[in-house]
């Protein structure tokens, strides 16, 4: 391995690392932050406007990739999350925090894009397939030193210093990314900017995320949902009508719709097991923290694994065959939590299993995404990807969140409730890829 190759690796993994880290980390600390600042609104707003600058961010990003190199973008970014953690740790203030913390998501915004454009431009596959496999197992990882550094770091001085530590890694990523990010078959254009689409865009979004996250039986939520379905329908067509527009529609093949549907599918699915098990331990079997990252972190080796094999796996099976493997091990995985909520150690197995499936979904959705699209379009579409599959992260988390709330008399550990509902998404997945007419 070439050092500049090493070099692109080291500032992947501590990019990814502390986008994703974040959320973790700062979990173990609400209660000492409510207490210091005493807020008047919900301490938990700290996560919302951090997914809100992801969310806000990303859009952007996508048309600035077409007329600005990668090594600038990767800059601008690193500088919006070292500034927002840098602000985030001087704050004395909840008002403060939030701003901080939304800055903080505009650069994670930037990060995540940048995860899924990097690797195509600097490496080829199947090498490639072991760089996604180490950057995406980022965020497995990080839910088990999460804690741990959080708990560390709380019992020796205060929560400030939870977004100081950001400032050292980030300055070391910004000297990898100052030597390395050299990329010769990387394009850039100057489009005209398609401001009409960019504001329904955002429109739509906001609209969607407020559908998601209040669910209510009247009519101003059956307006909205109309509205939301219109919308969807006219700005379809308006894109389709342009020549430069903000969402290249052509790009959208059958197969990249449905890479793009089953990403959604599968992000919202990953946070029933990754953020869920871990819950379900903590309040049920009553595990600390720690206990529940370590039961949980076998599903980052299972994803580090299978991508270190898939190209092996790939020459032996078609992409239908691969998706259809996979699918099947995450619902034999989430029968297994639900027959086994009372044993760890069965739930530790069962979630590396469900690990090499989500690494190899989630790196072959990637790839298929990064090669079905045409170069010109290819940064912008990986944003428009990682959008979904942070919309996929946000879909999860409401619907789990709520599942997870439920009781019922046949399952009696709210564990079993959300892996009920994965197997019911997976049984949509199964059915949207085994129409006969899918060739691959």
């Known amino acids: 391995m070439k050092l500049k190759q090493f070099n692109i690796i080291v500032s992947l993994v501590l990019i990814m690392f502390m986008s994703a880290i974040e959320t973790t980390i700062v979990s173990i600390a609400l209660p000492t932050m409510r207490k210091d600042?005493?807020?008047?609104?919900?301490?938990?707003?700290?996560?919302?406007?951090?997914?809100?600058?992801?969310v806000f961010a990303i859009p952007l990003i996508s048309e600035m990739m077409a007329r600005i190199k990668v090594r600038v973008i990767t800059l601008i970014g690193l500088g919006f999350f070292i500034g927002g953690s840098l602000l985030a740790g001087?704050?004395?203030?909840?008002?403060?925090?939030?701003?901080?913390?939304?800055?903080?998501?505009?650069?994670?915004?930037?990060n995540m894009s940048l995860a899924q454009i990097v690797p195509k431009l600097a490496f080829e596959i199947p090498f490639r397939y072991k760089v996604m496999g180490i950057v995406g197992s980022v965020w497995g990882i990080s839910s088990i030193i999460g804690p741990f550094i959080g708990g560390v770091i709380l019992e020796w001085t205060?929560?400030?210093?939870?977004?100081?530590?950001?400032?050292?890694?980030?300055?070391?990523?910004i000297l990898l990314v100052l030597m390395s990010y050299k990329f010769h078959n990387e394009t850039i254009d100057n489009p005209a900017i398609d401001f009409l689409g960019i504001c329904s865009f955002y429109f739509?979004?906001?609209?969607?995320?407020?559908?998601?996250?209040?669910?209510?039986?009247?009519?101003?939520?059956?307006?909205?949902?109309?509205?939301?379905?219109?919308?969807?329908?006219?700005?379809?067509?308006?894109?389709?009508?342009k020549t430069r527009p903000f969402i290249p529609i052509r790009e959208f093949s059958p197969v990249v719709r449905l890479v793009f549907i089953t990403d959604l599918f599968i992000a919202a699915i990953l946070i029933g097991f990754n953020v869920f098990i871990p819950s379900y331990l903590q309040d049920a079997l009553n595990f600390s923290p720690l206990q529940s990252g370590l039961i949980i972190f076998p599903l980052s080796v299972g994803w580090l694994v299978i991508n270190f094999t898939l190209e092996k796996i790939e020459a032996r099976l078609s992409i239908k065959m691969l998706y259809i493997i996979a699918f099947s091990i995450l619902a034999l995985a989430s029968l297994s939590v639900i027959i086994n909520v009372y044993h760890p150690i069965i739930i530790a197995i069962t979630v590396f299993l469900?690990?090499?499936?989500?690494?190899?979904?989630?790196?072959?959705?990637?790839?298929?995404?990064?090669?079905?699209?045409?170069?010109?379009?290819?940064?912008?579409?990986?944003?428009?990807?990682?959008?979904?599959?942070?919309?996929?992260?946000?879909?999860?988390?409401?619907?789990?969140?709520?599942?997870?709330?439920?009781?019922?008399?046949?399952?009696?550990?709210?564990?079993?409730?959300?892996?009920?509902?994965?197997?019911?998404?997976?049984?949509?997945?199964?059915?949207?890829?085994?129409?006969?007419?899918?060739?691959?």
């Open 354 to 440: 469900a690990g090499m499936s989500f690494g190899s979904v989630y790196t072959k959705d990637s790839v298929l995404v990064q090669e079905s699209v045409a170069s010109a379009q290819m940064k912008k579409m990986m944003s428009l990807f990682t959008l979904t599959r942070n919309l996929g992260n946000a879909i999860g988390s409401t619907i789990m969140g709520s599942v997870y709330s439920l009781s019922w008399s046949f399952l009696h550990m709210p564990i079993q409730h959300v892996m009920l509902c994965i197997i019911l998404l997976i049984g949509v997945l199964f059915f949207l890829w085994c129409q006969p007419k899918r060739q691959f």
């Open 90 to 110: 001087l704050s004395n203030s909840f008002e403060l925090l939030l701003f901080s913390r939304f800055i903080q998501g505009i650069g994670a915004g930037v």
């Open 37 to 54: 600042l005493q807020p008047e609104s919900s301490i938990a707003l700290v996560f919302t406007i951090y997914f809100i600058g992801i």
């Open 158 to 173: 205060t929560w400030h210093w939870l977004f100081f530590i950001n400032v050292p890694i980030g300055v070391g990523a």
């Open 204 to 241: 739509l979004t906001g609209l969607l995320m407020w559908i998601i996250t209040t669910f209510q039986m009247n009519w101003f939520y059956a307006i909205g949902l109309m509205l939301l379905l219109l919308g969807i329908w006219g700005i379809t067509n308006y894109f389709k009508k």
